[in-house]
């Protein structure tokens, strides 16, 4: 043949059709705390929960220590964040085989107060070549992604005079308008939000004079404006990811021993938040400047710290609390302020939404697939991934899924 014969020219339209399929089937990555838009959401996704009795083919596990925090995956590397005796340890892992890269490890005494686990808790993020780590007692690191070489260390406890809270620091840093921004919980100082430069780990600002909580900030963008929406212990806020500037901000929370874990959740121009503890949910509209609570709530979707999903108006989530035994998975429609359905007893748990399906990671260490349709539960597989208890939340990148318990992370296959 030669290269001007026909046979050429349709075996390349082949191979071009080829590796374009592949590339717009190459699934997304999960840097970060609730995956690429921290919204629990998994874009380009082509999974499948036709599997055997033995549920879906694992892949690799690995013994971790100590901590709540799941994985963050990108550029083929997944980031554990875990515990070993006196050091938080960060380790890069090979994401398809487990193999390990890399591993870097600091000293810590943290001792918790009220839970027995002692390791960290918050999801690593990773960041144009960069991982970045925020451990319990609030050390926060930026580290090299190819070699695990520490860039910079900040103390935020110390530097802000912030205290340790119930269960030590437990709010996923964000990067935005080039700056990583954390929940450090400075009250005294007035830093309750933070912001570090990504390359010197320098604070460029530092805004609302709150303690922290355990609700990871998301940024949204609204007709042209950047809103950077935090809950810390007794606020709501948005805020100018590029200065810290206060937009707006709203009483959220309650004194007294009670917790803010779910991330802020936009629906188009409203904004949910949803905590337990009797604090309820609030469903508020908001413009670049202000925003108008529309309802607030103990009755409807009230979770302990799992973020709902929102899929097609509608809110699929958790209504109760992990330790007193009592959880429900709920789909509620926020607009008209209606639950849609409620399955009793379905026990505490994390969704995630991919391929339109919700995968919901229970903390039984149970796999549950779920249709998500406002008509009625419709429960489609399960199967059993870990005899633990899996608080860290799950993982979902390139048809892999990362889940973790008190002693081991596994990976598991869904395409």
Not at 55 to 81: H, N
Not at 181 to 203: H, Q, S
Not at 212 to 226: F, N
Not at 262 to 281: H, I, K, M, Q, W
Request: net charge negative.
């Amino acid at each position: 043949m030669t290269p001007s014969d026909p046979r050429i020219s349709r075996l390349l339209a082949i191979f071009v059709g080829m590796m374009t399929w592949v590339m717009e089937a190459r699934a997304g990555e999960w840097p970060q705390i609730l995956g690429p838009r921290r919204n629990g959401v998994a874009g380009e996704e082509s999974l499948s929960h036709d599997w055997p009795d033995t549920g879906p083919k694992k892949l690799w596990e690995k013994k971790v220590g100590g901590g709540l925090a799941g994985v963050a995956v990108a550029e083929g590397t997944a980031i554990l964040f875990h515990r070993e005796e006196d050091r938080e340890v960060v380790e890069a892992l090979d994401a398809a085989t487990g193999r390990q890269k890399w591993k870097a490890d600091y000293p810590t005494t943290y001792r918790p107060s009220f839970v027995d686990d002692d390791g960290p808790r918050c999801v690593p993020v990773i960041h144009d070549g960069g991982v970045y780590v925020f451990g319990a007692q609030g050390g926060l690191r930026a580290l090299d992604l190819k070699t695990g070489a520490k860039r910079w260390e900040r103390d935020t406890h110390q530097d802000f005079g912030a205290q340790e809270g119930y269960f030590g620091a437990g709010s996923s840093p964000i990067v935005a308008a080039e700056r990583l921004i954390v929940n450090v919980g400075g009250a005294r100082m007035a830093a309750g939000m933070a912001a570090f430069d990504l390359e010197t780990g320098k604070t460029l600002w530092q805004s609302v004079d709150d303690q922290a909580s355990y609700s990871s900030p998301v940024v949204v963008d609204r007709d042209g404006v950047a809103h950077l929406f935090c809950v810390t212990r007794l606020k709501a806020s948005s805020l100018d990811p590029a200065t810290g500037k206060v937009r707006f901000q709203f009483d959220f929370g309650s004194r007294g021993p009670t917790v803010n874990g779910a991330n802020p959740v936009v629906v188009g121009d409203r904004l949910f938040l949803t905590a337990s503890y009797g604090v309820g949910a609030v469903f508020a509209e908001f413009d670049a400047n202000s925003a108008k609570t529309l309802w607030a709530s103990d009755e409807i979707l009230s979770s302990q710290y799992t973020t709902p999903i929102a899929f097609e108006g509608m809110l699929y989530g958790i209504d109760g609390r992990q330790d007193i035994g009592v959880a429900e998975l709920r789909c509620i429609d926020p607009a008209t302020r209606k639950v849609k359905w409620s399955r009793a007893d379905f026990g505490y748990a994390t969704p995630i939404h991919a391929d339109g399906r919700l995968w919901v990671m229970k903390t039984d260490g149970e796999l549950v697939v779920v249709r998500p349709d406002p008509a009625k539960y419709m429960e489609i597989a399960r199967a059993k991934l870990l005899s633990g208890t899996a608080r860290a939340l799950p993982a979902l990148s390139e048809g892999r899924l990362y889940v973790r318990d008190e002693s081991v992370l596994r990976c598991f296959e869904l395409r």
